[in-house]
Nanobody, 123 residues
Framework: QLQFVESGGGLVRPGGSLRLSCAGSGFTLDSYGIGWFRQAPGKEHEGVSCVSRSDFATYYAKSVKGRFTISRDNAKDTVYLQMNSLKPEDTAVYYC????????????????WGQGTQVTVSS
C-alpha cells in the first residue's frame, strides 16, 4: 500500500493562503496521478484537485476553482496545493493520494488514507 505524507496545514484567517505538500514514502510520485482530497467534520471525503501522471490534465472542484492551484516538482518529488483566498468552508483535513485524474473529474485509487494535514480557516 502506498503511503503519502501531507504537510503544510495550519490556522489561517479568511482570505489567507496556505501551501500544502504531498510526498511519498518509499516510492516516487511521478509514477502516479495525484489527488488532493478533504474531509470536513461530519462529511464524506471530497475530491478537491488532481494532476495526472503526465501532467496533461488537472482538475479542480467547483468550490475551489480559481482559488487553488495544484503543481508538481519532480526534482523534489513533491506535489503542492497552493490555496489562496481561503474561506471558512475550506476547513477540513486534507489528504493526498494516488488518483485517476482527468479534466472533468477525479477518483481515488487504492484503499485507506494517510494522516492528513488540518486546515482551519477562522477569524
Amino acid at each position: 500500500q502506498l503511503q503519502f505524507v501531507e504537510s503544510g496545514g495550519g490556522l489561517v484567517r479568511p482570505g489567507g493562503s496556505l501551501r500544502l505538500s504531498c510526498a511519498g514514502s518509499g516510492f516516487t510520485l511521478d509514477s502516479y496521478g495525484i489527488g488532493w482530497f478533504r474531509q470536513a467534520p461530519g462529511k464524506e471525503h471530497e475530491g478537491v484537485s488532481c494532476v495526472s501522471r503526465s501532467d496533461f490534465a488537472t482538475y479542480y472542484a467547483k468550490s475551489v476553482k480559481g482559488r487553488f492551484t495544484i503543481s508538481r516538482d519532480n526534482a523534489k518529488d513533491t506535489v503542492y496545493l497552493q490555496m489562496n483566498s481561503l474561506k471558512p468552508e475550506d476547513t477540513a483535513v486534507y489528504y493526498c493520494a494516488a488518483a485517476h485524474c482527468w479534466d472533468r473529474g477525479m477518483s481515488k485509487k487504492g484503499n485507506g488514507w494517510g494522516q492528513g494535514t488540518q486546515v482551519t480557516v477562522s477569524s
